[in-house]
């Protein structure tokens, strides 16, 4: 960020204890040192991870993916009476404008989420690997992500870490991270209810523990 003591420094100094001079050097130069700041800050004003309200807005035009859905999200407002899914740090606040039926627009965060899985999506290969590669970008720093290929046309996708929010669930169960290989079905999606490793019968890994250690799983479906 440019400021303007570093223009007026560059005034030679014959002219410098001049103060109508100076007062006219300032007036012409801040209003261009300030367009080249906000020029310079664009660039983060539209960077996917620091783009927020009509910024991130118009990354998704470009991207190709609105904010706005089809088909509202049910049962994720902010409720007193529910402790898991939609309390505290669970539940989304309905907006002014939010119809009472559900969820039309995502929340910056989720939104964010989304258009990473469309940008990974657009250069994936295809496999399974690559799948479990995105599932892991797409949540990273927040759940650790399992394939597993039922070697049957199906897969089964695990989230280790903490619970997922009710905004989280509600767009895989509509759909809306279609992640997996051609002609392969979602199964079900293990939906951890602890913070910690998920439950597996012979395993003993930082994702997977045996009795004692690992947690149920919720199974959810995708609609």
């Known amino acids: 960020m440019r400021t303007l003591d570093e223009y007026l420094q560059l005034v030679t100094s014959e002219h410098r204890d001049k103060p109508l001079f100076m ?7 801040q209003p261009l040192i300030d367009i080249g700041n906000q020029m310079t800050e664009l660039v983060d004003d539209f960077d996917l991870d620091d783009a927020v309200g009509v910024q991130l807005d118009k990354v998704g035009e470009w991207i190709g993916l609105s904010r706005v859905l089809a088909i509202p999200l049910t049962g994720v407002y902010f409720s007193w009476d529910d402790t898991v ?5 669970s539940g989304t606040w309905k907006g ?6 559900g969820l039309t627009s995502l929340p910056d965060d989720e939104y964010r989420r989304l258009l990473k899985a469309k940008i990974a999506a657009n250069h994936w290969d295809g496999t399974m690997e690559g799948a479990q590669a995105i599932w892991n970008l797409v949540f ?3 759940q650790t992500i399992i394939v597993q ?5 199906t897969m089964t996708i695990g989230f280790v870490g903490p619970p997922l929010t009710a905004v989280q669930q509600a767009l895989l169960t509509g759909g809306y991270f279609p992640l997996k290989p051609g002609g392969v079905r979602i199964r079900y999606y293990a ?9 597996a019968w012979d395993a003993s890994s930082p ?3 045996g009795w004692e250690t ?10």
């Open 96 to 101: 002014d404008f939010d119809p009472s039926t």
């Open 23 to 29: 007062a006219m050097v300032e007036m012409l130069v």
């Open 214 to 223: 690992g947690s149920w799983a919720k199974e959810v479906s995708t609609s």
């Open 85 to 89: 899914l939609t309390g505290w740090e």
């Open 191 to 199: 939906i951890p209810v602890d913070t910690g490793p998920l439950f």
């Open 207 to 209: 994702e997977l523990q």
């Open 149 to 153: 290929d039922n070697q049957d046309m």
């Open 140 to 142: 990273a720093g927040a």
